[in-house]
């Protein structure tokens, strides 16, 4: 296993902020923006392909809702305080990396990753695509949301939180901002086609828009992605 301990210490950082103790926030997110985003994943999966994994998955609580209905569900981080929580959120836990998962070929069927790109740049994104594609069943898919980082909202919170860090002496939090196209490309190279492809948006009524137009460029939450293995 990958012993990454400045990039845990970041994450350790971030639960902190956002309250790791908010079970309905999976640690690092305001509530609202998660249930949203758990929905929106919620509604792409595919249910009758598991077994289920979310990879770089926190507390574990994005495919949680899951487990009511009898499913196997998977989680994979290697930061050692999201594996406990997840532990307790009855989350099957594999201790692991991301770019390199503990699981042999052709074994998953749905694979999610939430808010984990931004922080890799694009050569480690090609590969947590690649090692996804490699990991999933025929027939499986591969659902990724990340941040719009280039939206006027989150260039704007992204400044002050850098700001803020900057104040108090924390390292600053890395921020790719990994365009659709970007990501597209990637999954097309690995073997993988595109299914689904929408920007969401953080409080309008609607949960997602598809064209990468002003509500998007302004008030754009996340891209998201389903891609599916042949
Ligand atoms: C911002 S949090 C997102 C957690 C969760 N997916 C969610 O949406 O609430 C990113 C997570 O990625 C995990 N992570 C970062 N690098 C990783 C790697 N190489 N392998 C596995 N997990 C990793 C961190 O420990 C952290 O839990």
Redesign the pocket.
């Known amino acids: 296993m990958?012993a990454?301990t400045d990039?845990?210490a970041r994450?350790k950082f971030?639960?902190d902020r956002h309250g790791e103790a908010n079970p309905q926030?999976?640690?690092?997110?305001l509530s609202s923006f998660?249930a949203r985003?758990q929905r929106i994943l919620l509604a792409a999966l595919d249910k009758n392909n598991g077994p289920f994994l979310?990879?770089?998955?926190?507390?574990g609580?994005?495919l949680e809702p899951l487990l009511k209905d009898g499913h196997k569900v998977y989680g994979?981080?290697?930061?050692e305080d999201?594996c406990k929580a997840a532990t307790q959120n009855s989350i099957a836990i594999l201790r692991?990396?991301?770019?390199n998962m503990p699981l042999a070929d052709n074994t998953i069927g749905q694979i999610v990753?939430?808010?984990?790109l931004n922080?890799?740049p694009p050569a480690q994104t090609q590969k947590f695509i690649e090692e996804s594609a490699r990991v999933l069943k025929s027939g499986g898919q591969l659902i990724i949301?990340w941040r719009h980082a280039r939206s006027m909202i989150h260039k704007t919170s992204h400044a002050v939180f850098t700001f803020m860090d900057r104040f108090t002496g924390q390292p600053p939090f890395p921020q790719y901002e990994h365009p659709m196209q970007e990501v597209q490309s990637f999954a097309e190279t690995a073997g993988l086609k595109v299914k689904q492809k929408a920007v969401t948006l953080p409080f309008l009524k609607r949960d997602m828009i598809c064209a990468d137009g002003f509500t998007a460029k302004t008030i754009g939450a996340s891209l998201f992605i389903v891609l599916k293995k042949p």
């Open positions: 990958r990454d990039v845990d994450y971030l639960r926030a999976n640690g690092y997110r998660f985003e979310d990879v770089a998955c926190g507390s609580l994005m994979l981080d290697f930061n999201a692991g990396d991301a770019f990753n939430c808010q984990f922080q890799q949301l």
